[in-house]
């Protein structure tokens, strides 16, 4: 009879390397049950990892582009809040132009709620997200309207040299005494510098004849609007901006009737005032609402936009998962199968380790 013997250290070397490979697979096997593809694209895919590898690009792309998609239709909902906030409070002043009565105290509570309301519209005129002003064009980073009513306006003090040179031209001593042609002339001047048909003129505006009124003292707008490619295919405007006709008949009537709808003014050139400021009022509401349904519109393409990406991200994700996903329950399985091999070897390492001649002595 022949005996052989068996050496503890080779099995606790063979139990080591087997050990190594057993967490080795489980930690594969954990993170497919995870994410639910496999853990080495390159052994699991041979030939077809190039294909994935594309399929996961494209997917990156649309993400890519559903997130520039969701920045400009933020700008788009913002800007159509902040237009239809100008179009209330431009009704608010035709509504006040219309309710004028010979009263002081209407003229009064006018020329306040008309204040109030160009106050209001430049706040609205002048939003930022993000750090992106608005209704600034392309010069998003610049403020786009300069406020009337501030202390030491630029624009507050271009108007009133423009009264003042007009007066003197026409040797009239006082705004009151102005008669309707009069001040049917100076508004009728002074709204073409607004609309930018007439420029700047030297004098009263030493230096800057031939200058644009707008641009060089009430806007820093550009008239660039922000354009957004939102697909592959398509790029629309997603901002428009605070040179609009809008923009300039709100400012004109506003100022005009804060400036001159006093008591001191005789009531047929108030009359003119009144008249000149509706009719403008009235376009600057036709002309907001147009900039709202422009806003609509671009706001319309986006939805559409994001939802053929999300279709196409969806078939390609279908796509993709049937070459990368692995089959959830057989990775669960093989995890449970390696968890038991470990405890296994794990025991009978122990138990190998406490063997000892001692014992048997």
């Given at each position: ?229 939102i697909s592959s295919t398509e790029v629309v405007a997603t901002s428009t901006n605070a040179n609009s006709t809008g923009f300039r008949n709100f400012m004109f ?109």
């Open positions: 009879m022949k005996t052989s013997f068996s050496s503890s250290v080779s099995i606790q070397t063979s139990l080591r390397q087997a050990m190594s490979k057993a967490q080795s697979d489980l930690v594969k096997a954990n993170e497919e049950v995870t994410t639910g593809v496999h853990a080495d694209m390159g052994v699991a895919l041979g030939g077809s990892t190039s294909r994935s590898i594309d399929l996961s690009r494209d997917v990156m792309r649309i993400e890519g582009q559903l997130t520039t998609n969701s920045i400009a239709e933020q700008r788009l909902n913002s800007s159509e809040e902040a237009l239809s906030k100008m179009a209330d409070v431009s009704q608010k002043v035709l509504d006040s132009l219309a309710a004028l009565t010979n009263s002081t105290s209407t003229l009064g509570d006018a020329r306040a709620t008309i204040t109030s309301a160009m106050d209001t519209f430049t706040d609205m005129a002048n939003t930022s997200v993000t750090g992106e002003y608005l209704f600034s064009g392309t010069n998003t980073d610049v403020k786009p309207l300069t406020s009337y009513t501030a202390a030491g306006s630029p624009f507050q003090a271009a108007v009133d040299t423009e009264l003042n040179f007009y007066m003197s031209s026409n040797g009239i001593a006082s705004v009151n005494t102005m008669t309707p042609a009069q001040m049917q002339g100076f508004l009728t001047d002074l709204q073409s510098k607004f609309d930018g048909t007439t420029t700047l003129t030297d004098p009263p505006h030493t230096g800057m004849g031939g200058q644009d009124f707008w641009s060089s003292f009430v806007s820093d707008a550009s008239d660039t609007n922000m354009t957004t490619r009537a506003s100022v005009v009737s804060s400036k001159f709808l006093t008591e001191q003014m005789p009531e047929n050139v108030r009359s003119v005032v009144v008249d000149k400021s509706t009719a403008a009022i009235g376009k600057a509401i036709s002309g907001i609402n147009s900039q709202r349904s422009d806003i609509g519109l671009s706001s319309q393409r986006v939805k559409q936009a994001d939802d053929t990406l999300e279709a196409q991200k969806t078939i390609i994700e279908t796509h993709l998962n049937s070459l990368q996903g692995i089959d959830a329950y057989e990775a669960s399985t093989r995890v449970t199968s390696l968890q038991a091999l470990l405890e296994a070897a794990y025991t009978l390492t122990s138990r190998i380790q406490k063997l000892s001649l001692v014992n048997f002595l």
